[in-house]
């Protein structure tokens, strides 16, 4: 794994400055707004831009290399899976803003097994664009983020629009997801925190076979905080494999038979003991005759049966979170299923120590900034390295980096009224717009050109 190389820093520079500004402050008159629009004051960021943040979701590319080797599809769309979930991973207690990248932005990173370009392509809306390939050249990965930000008083909503596609050129073979959506939670009061849900389909092209994730909501007694369910199906929709874990710390996934086994064994086991009785099955107990939802209602019983023998208090088990200001859910780590026979797709690796001093970055972002040796002299003058405000930041000159983020954003501004001025429009260096083969959908392709490291002409924007 490429952060655990020697080569690559361990650490920032400098520890962040713990700020105890309100955002609420900043944000109250902003109620119902589009928050790319509003400039946040440069203590709610953290030294990387948007590409960067991005990038990120290469951290575990490895299992796109695991999924290539592969050549049983089912075991290629496991991986696939695995990887689209670990890459939402480094999100986890990261509530700093990244940096929006300037129009034409680019950033740059190789590593052992591959090498990513991402463009900033549109600035209203603002768009991101990457396209990212192995080294081996048994894969490669691309799409487009188009993060909207609604702020809806308490809370912040993100729905990252854009979708990813991973393709395999040896099994001819194209896979793609869009990535749910997050919340920022309690804006007015209290510690910020933000949960990722909503449903994810993550489709292999060519055969139809598809891995359907629920990423839940943490729910009023928090059991499902960071929790992730689904199944892997064939193209007629049967169940092959039961899917499960949390986006913060792995992915399993088992045989559904077994899955369905496991579950109604459990949820009888469980009926028996708060019955206190140990008869026999009857004939309406077998799983057959036992439908899902049933079984849901009793596991949450038994969840909450086992939550009230604990510290939890179950006085909130009627509020939804929404409704008590200032909640945050706390962590269920006791509660964690581990069904016989899983086979694990992908664990997380380790925060380094002090991360809270550093704006809690995983070992890969840690080195996202670094200028490599040699690096200067051939790195695009657009890369996100380059950049004044982030370098400030990083230094923990907060001043500095707030006078570099508003010259830069009235320079933005100048240029695209000179632009329009005369009539020009912009044109991205290394994506052009066109459409998904897979998805129909309007998709950023990348030219191939970047690793030329041809900047034909010089783009002056920092
Ligand atoms: C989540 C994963 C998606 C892509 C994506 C888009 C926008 C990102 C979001 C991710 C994570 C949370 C995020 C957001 C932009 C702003 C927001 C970084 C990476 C932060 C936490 C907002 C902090 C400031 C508010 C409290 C005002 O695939």
């Excluded at 695995?82 to 680019?106: D, Q, Y």
């Excluded at 854009?162 to 959506?181: D, I, L, R």
């Excluded at 140990?278 to 909450?304: A, E, F, G, I, Y």
């Excluded at 299923?337 to 550093?358: A, G, H, K, L, Q």
């Amino acid at each position: 794994m490429a952060s655990d190389n020697p080569r690559y820093r361990l650490i920032l520079p400098v520890p962040m400055y713990h700020n105890d500004f309100n955002i609420w402050s900043v944000l109250k008159n902003c109620i119902g707004k589009e928050l790319s629009k509003i400039t946040m004051p440069v203590v709610f960021n953290e030294p990387l831009s948007f590409l960067q943040r991005m990038t990120e979701y290469m951290e575990y590319s490895h299992l796109l290399r695991i999924a290539a080797e592969q050549s049983d599809p089912i075991l290629r769309l496991q991986y696939v899976t695995g990887f689209a979930v670990s890459a939402l991973a480094s999100n986890w207690e990261r509530l700093g803003k990244p940096f929006n990248p300037l129009l034409g932005e680019t950033f740059e990173l190789e590593r052992q097994e591959f090498r990513i370009i991402c463009e900033q392509v549109s600035h209203h809306p603002p768009i991101s664009a990457f396209h990212a390939e192995a080294r081996n050249k048994e894969w490669t990965f691309h799409g487009s983020i188009h993060p909207k930000l609604k702020f809806w008083g308490k809370s912040v909503e993100i729905q990252p629009k854009g979708v990813v596609t991973v393709h395999f050129p040896k099994w001819n073979e194209a896979y793609t997801w869009t990535n749910v959506q997050c919340c920022v939670h309690n804006i007015i009061a209290g510690k910020l925190w933000m949960e990722q849900y909503g449903s994810m389909e993550i489709v292999n092209h060519s055969n139809g076979y598809r891995s359907n994730l629920t990423f839940k909501q943490a729910g009023s007694n928090s059991k499902d905080l960071h929790r992730i369910e689904g199944y892997l199906q064939d193209k007629s929709k049967r169940k092959l494999f039961f899917l499960y874990g949390k986006w913060t710390e792995f992915i399993k996934c088992v045989d559904y038979h077994a899955y369905e086994e496991y579950h109604n064994e459990n949820s009888n086991k469980f009926k028996r003991d708060r019955d206190g009785e140990t008869r026999s099955k009857s004939p309406n107990d077998s799983p057959s005759h036992t439908s899902r939802k049933v079984l849901q209602k009793l596991n949450s019983l038994k969840v909450s049966a086992f939550k009230s023998n604990t510290t939890q208090e179950g006085t909130e088990e009627s509020l939804s979170p929404d409704m008590c200001e200032g909640y945050i859910p706390k962590s269920d780590s006791t509660y964690s299923i581990n069904i016989p026979n899983s086979f694990t797709i992908w664990t997380v690796n380790p925060r380094p120590p002090n991360c809270e001093d550093y704006y809690q970055f995983t070992s890969f972002a840690m080195t996202l900034n670094e200028i490599e040796q040699g690096m200067e002299k051939i790195l695009c003058p657009t890369d996100s390295r380059l950049r004044p405000d982030i370098k400030k930041l990083e230094q923990g000159d907060i001043d500095g980096a707030a006078v570099e983020k508003t010259r830069l954003e009235e320079k933005q501004r100048d240029a695209s009224k000179q632009r329009k001025s005369k009539k020009g429009d912009w044109t991205p260096r290394w994506f052009k717009l066109g459409t998904s083969p897979y998805t129909k959908q309007e998709d950023w392709l990348y030219n191939g050109e970047y690793w030329n490291r041809q900047y034909i002409e010089e783009l002056d924007i920092f």
